[in-house]
């Protein structure tokens, strides 16, 4: 698909790409059709203030029920978005950004562009920034994030995605998309379980999240050791893993909810005793103390209390523990032995004990 830069705006590559409504295939196959039950206005974003930030892990679903990127197109304003999709991270250049305007397209957004600055005097054109100024909603695409910090972070194309997220516009990336969000930005490091002495290293994002390191793919690449090294030397910064296929929703009041198939990991050093500041070359690092949180889709925790709010599955704790006896019974109740039996029985106990007991 061309490109469409306007007269005196620079070169091509500098334009918006236009969302285009061709059915977009992969491996020979697209079906993304919208959910029924889905109501494209809920959630749609604050009327005033700032913005909900949506990190994701990173290979998001794009071909099955892409729930993550339906997530997105709740939140960025259902069919009245107007929403701008960043692919500068990536190497795959206009194609990523095609494959991105025609799945936001194919979920009912009607208007969705692609910008692609190559340089920091691209994210200088007005023509850019005034795509970022109308928007509802901002996506970052991955790839490196190196890269993507280069050409935006203190640019006007930067400083038109801050002041979005302070109007109320949805700031929503994908790996190196969702690390950029954040003031402390991993930008590179190496994976493993193990923290070691520099086995990572933070530099500048947009600083749409303060206090949180936001690192990607991170179950799925073993990044747990550069993870807590980071936050052992950075330890006032929560430390925020996310799967793939996975977002954090964090919204304005502080909370963070989880969506998608894998789990946000939180890493706590607010009490860590560590040997950062002591360690040489590539030495393991104690690390005690440490909290350790790790939430599946439908969790809830408060960043700002650093503690969790809710989650699926966990018991009603709202009223006051009682002490049962005799008289609480209600009348003609009898045990249902059966039901009481199996509770806990092993699955092949009825067969085990059908075998002749041994001589």
Known sequence: MPTHPRPGDGPPDVGLIPQHQDGWR????????????????LDAGPAGGRGVVMPIGGAEDKLGRM???REVFKLAGGPKAALVVISTASSLGDEITHAYLQLFGSLGVTDVVGIRPESRSHAANPELIAAVDRATAVFMTGGNQVKLATMVVGTPLGKA?????E????????????????????SFGSGGATPKFRVGQVSEGLGLLTGMIVDQHFTQRNRFGRLLALVAGNPAQLGVGIDEDTAAIIRPDGTLEVKGRGVVTIFDGSDVVTTAYTATGTQPLMMSGIQLHTLPRGAVFDLSTRRLLSA???PDIGRDPLVATLADVPAGTRPRTRRIAAEGAHETTSELRRRPASS
């Open 26 to 41: 992969l491996d020979g196959e697209f079906s993304a059709t919208l959910d029924d039950g889905l109501d494209p206005g």
């Open 167 to 186: 109007r109320g516009a949805l700031i929503a990336g994908t790996s190196a998309g969702a690390s950029i969000c954040s003031t402390h930005m991993v």
């Open 67 to 69: 729930t993550i990127l």
């Open 161 to 165: 995605i801050v002041a979005a997220h």
């Open 312 to 314: 699926p599955g966990l």
